[in-house]
């Protein structure tokens, strides 16, 4: 049991008490205030979407190189509704210095405008949650971190390197919405060799560059960048890397994925998870998955 010899010990507890009352109170508002902020980026994200071109024809194909005729013929059945919106689930890690830390993120995504809305936690440890808000929307790039959805921690863009550099991200995870690949979902093509394409994407004064790298069962296994790194504030080698193809309403996609830094002295990687469409809506649907 506690004692006190004096009044002026229960008045420091009482006050300690009222601070930490405060402090609870303070970040339950700071956090339904961030809540509110990536609800209402991802709303209009959603909301700005619009019906993209017709159903896939496999007779376009003929305008896509062939690597990436070959995975298209592989991922998307034919007919296929084009993907106009959705939502993504990821579980996995990411890296802050040495050390790895468990992760869950919601990505929302739109095909036309091109754009998407990441809203993660990173478990730093016990009761440590960082909040991350990371968002390509109408031509700019966000980046946002906060201790316990509170204290700011980093608050990065719109910039054009930023902004370049969200596209990138965008362009290289299209193998979930594998329809902006086709002729007419705004991206041009270069083919390079047999195995590999570049993929160009303008939005607006935003452009952006991925080359698909395509492996022997004809799906896509691999992307390279060169995409802006905030920590040097320019650009250099960036990788993602593919596994674990799966059907999901009938389009074949990866479930596993990681992406990371390529240096002289290696790669870098920083993040990877395990990932789970949880519904696309498509260009003739009328129900909204997110």
Known sequence: MLTFRSGWGRRAVVLALGL????????????????????????????????????????????????????????????????????????????????????????????????FVWDATIDLAPLLPVRVFDAYHDGEGRLEARLRSTLPLAAVGPSP????????????????????????????????????????????????????????????????????????????PWVGTYDAYESYEGIEIPTQAAVAWRGADGDRPYWRATVEPEGYVTADAGEDAA
Do not use: K, M
């Open 20 to 115: 930490a009352g405060g402090l609870a109170a303070a970040t339950r508002v700071g956090r339904r205030r961030f809540d509110d902020r990536i609800r209402t980026q991802a709303g209009e994200l959603i909301s700005a979407a619009q019906r993209p071109v017709p159903r896939f024809d496999p007779t376009d194909l003929a305008a896509l190189p062939a690597p990436i005729q070959r995975h298209v013929e592989r991922a998307l059945p034919a007919g296929q509704r084009p993907i106009e919106r959705g939502r993504l689930r990821q579980r996995g890690e990411f890296r802050l210095g040495s050390a790895w830390h468990p992760l869950t993120a919601t990505q929302w995504f739109t095909t036309r405008p091109p754009g």
């Open 161 to 236: 390197g930023l902004n370049e550099g969200e596209l990138v991200r965008y362009l290289a995870e299209a193998v979930w919405y594998p329809t902006a690949l086709l002729p007419g979902g705004g991206v041009t093509w270069d083919s390079i060799d047999d195995s590999s394409a570049r993929a160009t994407l303008a939005d607006d004064d935003v452009s952006a560059s991925v080359v698909f790298h395509v492996g022997a069962d004809d799906r896509i296994d691999r992307v390279t960048a060169q995409r802006y790194r905030q920590e040097t504030d320019d650009v250099a």
